[in-house]
């Protein structure tokens, strides 16, 4: 699962990167050039920090990218994902040594984030620290930790990046649910709001695309019934949504809301649900559930 996961965020963070930079800092729209395409630099950061065969070591996602700033001067970006869900002590002092290892081989002005994806909302350092006798050191970095975010604040955002971290904490829920099946229940719900609220975003259809596999595969099902159910509900709503466009669509699901108002009031004043039914042209079955 953690191997998975790591592929999930190597590839969501390159294809919303530009999203991620407005998201985590507000300054990135006036001090980059987010048109410019970027550069994914890897290789350079596998020469300086080989990756660990220990299959007890941190489980990390290590991104370095090359962007531009507005006057055209190249910059780097180190984005450091933390997968494994319980932290390791020596996680500052891993940012610093990637931080002297890329400054002392390429001598590139260097900004680092370091995203927590662990389920608890215990506060993690920013920073690391030597000092002796005199000779100090302190070296700070970005952080963003997903389990504290408000559900609120990032459906209210219109980055896309915040649809990442909503998928993200999703895979919190229910953990307390002994039953896999009310487990997958309560997975199938968030995981079917998170589409429609894709979808009903203004979101460039190739990002849709790569948001809704992040979603798809990041929060995994037990059940192989469930998940043919989210497959189904997206398979209906993507179709619709392409038919009938993002406008019609809305518009559509104001009308529906409005009738089914209209039919709550008719049945609150007693007249027969047939009657109801020809009128507002719902199903009786839809009318009872009301």
Known sequence: MRRKDDVLWKGILEDVFDDFLRFLNPDAESLLDL???FEFL???LQQVFPPENDEFSPKVVDKLVKVFTKGGEEKWILVH???QGQYH???ASRMFRYYYRLIDKYNKPI???AIFTEANTKARPDSFELDFMGTSLKYTF?????AGQSDEELLASDNPFALVVLTAKTAFSGSGIKNSLERDELLLNLKVKLAKQLLIRQIPKEKIRVLMNFLRYYTRFENSEINSKFEQ???ALTERSNTMGLEELLLDRAKKEAVIAIACEMKKDGIPVEQIAKFTKLSIEEIKKL
Do not use: G
């Open 81 to 83: 994902v933390e997968i």
């Open 42 to 44: 890897d290789k350079e």
């Open 233 to 235: 509900v997206v398979e």
């Open 142 to 146: 970005n952080t963003y930790k997903i």
């Open 35 to 37: 048109n410019k395409k």
């Open 111 to 113: 900004t680092a984030y």
């Open 89 to 91: 002590e020596d996680f």
